[in-house]
């Protein structure tokens, strides 16, 4: 570095917020005493449009080389400040965000004195970091405009027919030979009971005419490498070898019934899944004029009999066959046997209204005392534990259809291992964020839509299908990507390939290879979402994280406690 | 916002009109939100900033869509601004305003369990952060004025008229939550501690009117609070026969909060069918029937009876011949969350149509984005009611339908 430091630091007083507790005043005072401090002030609010222009003002006229702004949280304000450093001519990696609103003003507020103290420590420990940053780039990357969808059911030819409709390019894989996932397995959807058959006969019809769209069927995935805008997907597709170049990848898998075998006296003939009624029903080979009784019992399974989750549309799906056995012959019995009701929202709540008047009849059973199936001479029993009589009452059922809840495929396993995507305790694909980034996986590129993701309903999933393609569209249309500048370095020179870093690499971005020098680990910088987890498990202190490098984080916290040296 | 960051980053150019004076939505309101019990604020600021900064997005804020004319790929929407009495591009959020206004005004955003200035902003964290004043309750004084040091106040400000041409509309306008005033055997309005689940989150929101204290009218603290489920949801006198989904969690939600501030409050949630249905819900459920010892009662309350020290006594029926009583010190109801007021009229000018609950119909149930006119698609609880990871996937969604007209040229 032969250019002299010329640091500016900006100390906020965010209204009162920071003001109120913090002589911000003097925290600027003292700032100003620091070494290669050439210029501090204090702003009422250093985001205002005010705040951020005397931030570019002060660059110019001091000639600051490195800005350093106490304020709130870099969370929400890092990028506003480091566009403003860019602004004024800056390269942005040259601003260090020093927080003292959380870590002084709020958490100290009964100690005005001890937090300004706090403060300037803090701001002493940014300056000393800022000394030592370094210029750093984000770098563009190419984006291949097409996707593919991994999944040719209800999610995923949703999410493939509108990528196409925006404009890109999609390869659509479905091991099977047919498209339609569990759907083809439908009678009849709820609320509307329209034929599960016409309904997918229109999608797929558009999809599989669409221009933009290839099919993948009876196809298998061997292999998937790669990162955002440059995936690699290799396919064994019906015995031959394939391979897709990509930008975007979504996982659109679907789900499986959970095998019912051990269950309720479960036998396949008169003791079935909803999905084995619904295939009677469509084929019609359900005798509808020998039954007397329908028994069904929800929950099979699910909710801490065999998994612990809610499967969420096993309540609608029951509601609606028993209504549809019931619409078809009104003198079967049809009993659902439930604990909770999930008829939520505004369409199912109505639907549940409807089958109650159609006569099928619920019964609220204890979680702790679940329905029992009996059989004796020819017969069966359900054993249903009433919850408001209290009581036992013995239902006849020449047929008992269980209520099973949807489980994870098991190939997901091994596909989530390909894509380096997380599955959650529940074994669906984990999201990136529950509550905020819903399609989304943490690795850029990949998104996820449909019942990969939980149970859910054919409403839901044609709207997550949507979302999926939103998400997916905005690199294909965007045409590059940026990688982040803070990322990790390898010096091949300390590195041993020992591979630690790569297996602790929650996003694929590090690689152990072959290297002249023997086996060596690599950084994919458009991968590598600058976590540190690689930097803080590597033995042999190879690896560097820019922007959070030893020597930075050192001088920090040497400044944390040697206040001499660092005043000027 | 959702759908408007989409299409941003898509690189198209997106107007977001937002009646309120800040984005963020009813979710700002949230102390937390189920299962991860985040905290609702500190998820969403980083949102709201994204929005507003985006370089293709612009924000009109107290604004509202008056008039719509053209079609699919030609829309042309006018938008009214009303006016903040404040040069938006000049304030720079500093609060001097609202510090000398001497006007005391209770604050909707607190659920009126907090008073504001004259001069404000909803909350801290208000994207834009920009003061607007409360002219019809302004006493003329002039010390806002006297005291601005930017000279952003702008008594004379009036309702300015925007038009903006666009190729398509997402309606997102969200719901309001039901007023059990009409319910007369919950005693809400008439009895001191009865209140809604909205303004229990703002009693257990630590920036909230209590700064996170959950107190009854008299000043004491609780010790036994009852949630009520199904409060104007899942009935049929007053034509809302639906379910609102997001009770039977949030409820959840705020007896673990309340467990995590008084570990020896006793909580009792009474309800009819407990829907826990998403991914995370039945486990969240059961950590705060295991973990926290909250209590879930199946049996809907018959009436609610206020007692001398105004403590509540509760009556429900547990079975089919039995009667019960519960005595706590503060209710909350579990109200319904309804389609907005004024929804009809926007719903005209829009030129689409509502379904019998006021709910924004869809052209087919299987498409579920697509109002009953081309090109005006519509996103979150406003269409039916669903929860914050559904509205934010109903969101994408809609973005990604405009994304085929816009990008696409599809008007199909």
Not at chain 1, 523 to 528: D, E, N, Q, R, S
Not at chain 1, 552 to 560: D, K, N, P, V, Y
Not at chain 2, 223 to 248: E, F, H, L
Request: proline share 4%.
């Amino acid at each position: 570095m032969t250019e002299a430091l010329r640091i500016g630091v900006f100390i906020c007083h965010c209204g009162t917020n920071i003001g109120g507790v913090v002589d911000v005043p003097a925290v600027a005072e003292y700032a100003s005493t620091l070494k290669n401090v050439v210029h501090a002030e204090c702003n009422l609010y250093t985001c205002s449009s005010d705040g951020l222009e005397s931030i570019k003002s002060a660059i110019l006229e001091y000639e600051l080389n490195r800005v350093v702004v106490a304020s709130c949280t870099p969370r929400t304000h890092e990028p506003l400040f480091r566009a403003t450093c860019e602004e004024a001519g800056l390269n942005s990696y040259l601003f260090e965000f020093v927080n003292i609103r959380d870590q002084c003003s709020w958490v100290h507020m009964h100690e005005p004195e001890l937090a300004t103290e706090k403060a300037k420590d803090l701001v002493r420990m940014g300056v000393a970091k800022a000394a030592l940053l370094e210029p750093l780039e984000e770098l563009s990357s190419e984006v291949i405009p097409s996707a593919v969808v991994i999944g040719a059911g209800i999610s995923g030819m949703t999410a493939a027919l509108s990528i196409a409709k925006n404009g890109f390019y999609v390869h659509v894989i479905e091991k099977e030979r047919e498209m339609g996932g569990l759907l083809r397995r439908l009678y009849k959807l709820y609320p509307t009971e329209e034929l599960a058959d016409l309904f997918l006969e229109q999608r797929i019809k558009a999809v599989a005419g669409h221009e933009r769209v290839e099919l993948h069927l009876a196809a298998s995935i061997k292999a998937i490498t790669g990162y955002v805008g440059q995936f690699k997907v290799v396919l064994d597709e019906n015995g031959a070898e394939k391979s897709i170049d990509c930008g975007v990848i979504i996982v659109a898998t679907g789900a499986k019934e959970l095998d019912p075998e051990g269950l309720y006296e479960y036998d396949g003939e008169r003791v079935i899944t909803q999905l084995q009624l619904e295939e009677k029903l469509r084929r019609d080979d359900l005798n509808l004029d020998g039954l007397e009784n329908v028994v069904m019992i929800q929950c099979a399974g699910a909710r801490g009999e065999v998994v612990g989750y809610c499967s969420k549309i096993c309540c609608m799906n029951a509601v609606k066959n028993a209504k549809l056995i019931k619409d078809a012959n009104p003198d079967i019995n049809v009993f659902i046997a439930h604990n909770e009701l999930q008829a939520y929202g505004e369409e199912y709540e109505l639907y549940y209204r409807a089958a109650k008047k159609a006569g099928v009849r619920f019964l609220r059973f204890p979680l702790e005392t679940r329905p029992k199936v009996r059989k004796r001479d020819g017969k069966q029993v359900v054993d249903v534990f009433h919850d408001r009589m209290q009581m036992n009452i013995p239902l006849d059922a020449d047929l008992v259809v269980l209520s099973v809840p949807l489980v994870q495929n098991p190939d997901a396993e091994r596909l989530s291992k390909l894509l380096k995507v997380p599955l959650g305790q529940d074994r669906f694909f984990f999201e990136a964020h529950v509550k905020l980034r819903p399609v989304d996986f943490a690795t850029d590129g990949i998104f996820l839509c449909g019942t990969a993701q939980g149970p859910k309903d054919i409403e839901e999933s044609i709207s997550q299908g949507y979302a999926a393609a939103s998400r997916a569209t905005i690199p294909l249309a965007k045409g590059y990507v940026l990688s982040a500048a803070i990322t990790s370095w390898v010096d091949e020179a300390k590195c041993v390939g020992c591979g630690i870093c790569e297996s602790v690499c929650p996003y694929g971005a590090i690689e152990v290879v072959d290297t002249e020098e023997g086996r060596r680990a690599r950084v994919t910088g458009v991968k590598c979402k600058g976590c540190g987890t690689c930097g803080s498990s590597c033995i042999k202190k190879a690896v560097t994280m820019h922007h959070f490098t030893d020597e930075q984080l050192i001088a920090q916290e040497r400044a944390a406690f040697a206040t001499e040296e660092v005043v000027s | 916002m959702q759908a408007a960051f989409d299409l941003a980053e898509a690189g198209i150019k997106v107007c977001l009109v937002e009646r309120t004076l800040s984005v963020g939505g009813r979710m700002a309101q949230l102390d937390k939100t189920f299962p991860t019990n985040d905290c609702a604020i500190c998820i969403l600021a980083p949102k709201m900033m994204d929005c507003y900064r985006h370089e293709n997005i612009e924000v009109l804020t107290f604004s509202e869509v008056i008039a719509i004319e053209g079609e699919i790929g030609t829309f042309k929407v006018k938008i009214s601004k009303k006016p903040r009495f404040v040069d938006e591009a000049k304030c720079n959020g500093c609060g001097d305003c609202a510090r000398v206004c001497p006007m005391g005004i209770l604050n909707k955003f607190d659920m009126d369990l907090r008073v504001r200035s004259g001069a404000y902003v909803p909350f801290m964290q208000a994207v834009p952060l920009i003061y607007a004043l409360d002219r019809a309750k302004c006493m003329r004084c002039g010390l806002c004025e006297s005291v601005c040091g930017q000279d952003a106040i702008r008594y004379n400000q009036k309702e300015e008229i925007v038009e903006r041409e666009v190729s398509a509309i997402i309606v997102a306008i969200g719901f309001d939550p039901f007023d059990p005033s009409g319910l007369t055997e919950y005693g809400y309005g008439k009895y001191d501690n009865v209140i809604t689940a909205l303004e229990f989150e703002r009693l257990i929101c630590a920036a909230g009117p209590t700064g996170g204290h959950v107190i009854r009218k008299d000043g004491r603290e609780v010790k036994r609070i009852a949630w009520i489920q199904c409060v104007g949801a899942r009935d049929t006198r007053d034509n809302r026969p639906y379910c609102s989904s997001v009770c039977c969690m949030y409820a959840t939600k705020e007896a673990i909060l309340t467990k995590e501030h008084y570990p020896e409050a006793e909580t009792s949630i009474l309800y009819t069918d407990l829907r826990c249905f998403g991914k995370g819900f039945q486990e969240y459920v059961n950590r705060a029937e295991d973990d926290y010892g909250v209590e879930y009662i199946r049996g809907k309350p018959g009436e609610i009876i206020e007692k001398e020290n105004k403590n509540l006594e509760i009556f429900y029926s547990p079975s089919s011949d039995k009667v019960e009583t519960l005595e706590v010190d503060m209710v909350v109801l579990s109200t319904a969350l309804i389609p907005c007021g004024g929804v009809e009229k926007f719903a005209e000018i829009l030129g689409t149509e509502l379904d019998g609950y006021k709910f924004f119909k869809l052209k087919d149930p299987y498409n579920p984005t697509e109002t009953t006119r081309a090109g005006i698609f519509v996103a979150g609880y406003c269409q039916a009611p669903r929860d914050i990871p559904e509205c934010i996937a109903h969101g994408s969604a809609a973005a990604s339908r405009a994304m085929e007209v816009v990008l696409g040229g599809s008007f199909l």
